[in-house]
């Protein structure tokens, strides 16, 4: 894809090269990211071993408080910040840090104004695969209703119409804050108006099975991909 001139945005794992090249780069050069408050974004130059001519990192941090980070060493959090940092926040001496997230592209951006646009782009594909999973487990869809193909075509377009009322109402009325994924989920369905599953639906064909559980890229003349 590179090689016919694509671009690429890549979410990247946080390795020991890049915690380096983060804690490099100068306090003078964050910006305040888009639509997403406490976070604030820049760039550096580093490219992983390998990576096309053009490569860089685009570099997010967003401020955490102290009592926001779990005590559970399996919490996803505590991975995104600093480990000397966050030593520091579980010992009381800082009473804040920062969530650290990498993008590796190699679409060219103006600092800072293309940097602060092109990660805004790219934390929507995070929107829509929170979309999804509220569909999933909000609106019904991870188990459908029925054996019918058109009753579940019909339950699958009226949970994702469901979603979207939701989210729009939470942005016309100010309830979503610009928290990046912190906004509230698509209402659960409740439960009597789906069907339970019984001895009987579970063998017999054409019976309800299992009831239902509980924005814009910057111009370029490229195809771009993103994961």
Request: a positive charge.
């Amino acid at each position: 894809m590179v090689a016919a001139g694509g671009d690429f945005a890549i979410a990247a794992p946080r390795s020991q090269a890049l915690w380096r090249a983060y804690a490099a780069i100068p306090e003078d050069r964050w910006v305040d990211a888009r639509d997403m408050r406490g976070a604030q974004v820049t760039a550096c130059d580093y490219a992983p071993a390998g990576a096309p001519a053009g490569t860089y990192t685009i570099v997010r941090r967003v401020k955490v408080r102290t009592d926001e980070v779990s005590t559970d060493p399996r919490s996803r959090l505590r991975r995104t910040i600093p480990t000397g940092q966050l030593q520091l926040m579980l010992d009381g001496v800082a009473d804040h840090g920062w969530a650290v997230s990498f993008l590796v592209t190699n679409i060219p951006a103006d600092e800072p104004d293309g940097i602060v646009a092109l990660e805004w782009w790219f934390r929507g594909r995070a929107d829509v695969e929170t979309r999804i999973k509220e569909h999933k487990l909000g609106a019904g869809l991870r188990h459908l209703p029925s054996a019918d193909p058109t009753i579940n075509r019909v339950w699958m377009w009226v949970a994702i119409l469901a979603g979207w009322i939701s989210a729009l109402l939470q942005a016309i009325t100010g309830y979503d804050q610009h928290t990046g994924r912190a906004h509230a989920p698509t209402l659960p369905i409740p439960g009597g108006l789906a069907p339970r599953q019984t001895h009987e639906s579970r063998t017999t064909p054409g019976h309800h099975r299992t009831r239902p559980g509980r924005a814009c890229h910057p111009s370029s003349a490229h195809s771009t991909s993103y994961v």
